[in-house]
């Protein structure tokens, strides 16, 4: 099993230039989720998936958007990239929902800079 | 503004030293995890506590929760250099399906 994988790794943007950020896994979970990490941070919550075709927000939505059209796939939109985005991306994933004790795993991330 | 703020924010000890990290959360939860993150690396979960228990162990890590006063701790015992890295409690909201992490605390272990 690959896990969870994250492309591309390393991304540099021009203000108002879009990208999809990729995520896939290969363990055939349910919940996704997409966090950032600014520097010296802890990881808030851009926007999460309880399961395919369901997406919902979090903490940190503007400026993002998701989609879970199949269950291995959450891709993350930035829509016009603004400085405000450079940061380090980590996609995770758990097997059921939350109120589990599964466990959830991250992705490598995907380091983003926008100048 | 997060979830779970934590404390203190660096913390640098002596090889063979206990470590303790504290996390406070905002609304009644499901459960609380704690995870580590070396340096540029991804998270990697260490334990998960569920609101109705009081304190898990695994290995040499100890975890205490009390919803009282909406708190978590985290003590390494006898810490290693291997140690060193980031550690953030994620808490899961009892009204949602959101995990929301803490600030985190860096850890530096001294030879």
């Known amino acids: 099993n690959a896990g969870v994988t994250q492309t591309p790794k390393f991304q540099v943007l021009k203000t108002g230039q879009s990208m999809t950020l990729q995520c896939a896994q290969d363990m055939n979970h349910e919940y996704m989720s997409w966090y950032r990490q600014d520097p010296g941070m802890g990881l808030r919550l851009i926007h999460y998936?309880?399961?395919?075709?369901?997406?919902d927000q979090g903490e940190v939505p503007n400026g993002y958007n998701v989609s879970r059209s199949t269950t291995e796939d959450f891709p993350l939109r930035l829509l016009s990239a603004a400085p405000s985005q450079t940061s380090v991306y980590f996609c995770?994933?758990?097997?059921?929902?939350?109120?589990?004790?599964?466990?959830?795993?991250f992705g490598p991330g995907t380091r983003l800079t926008v100048l | 503004s997060q979830q779970g703020e934590e404390d203190p924010q660096a913390l640098s000890i002596q090889e063979g030293e206990n470590a303790t990290m504290n996390c406070s959360y905002k609304t009644s939860i499901n459960n609380l995890q704690w995870y580590r993150q070396n340096s540029g690396r991804g998270l990697v979960h260490l334990i998960l506590?569920?609101?109705?228990?009081r304190e898990k162990h695994s290995g040499r890590l100890r975890v205490t929760l009390d919803t009282s006063k909406k708190s978590s701790s985290l003590l390494i015992t006898a810490s290693r250099a291997a140690d060193t890295a980031s550690y953030f409690c994620a808490s899961l909201p009892s009204s949602a399906s959101k995990i929301i992490f803490g600030s985190g605390t860096r850890l530096s272990i001294r030879p």
């Open positions: 998936s309880v399961g395919a075709g369901i997406t």
């Open positions: 995770a994933t758990l097997k059921g929902n939350p109120t589990s004790t599964d466990t959830q795993y």
């Open positions: 506590i569920r609101s109705n228990e």
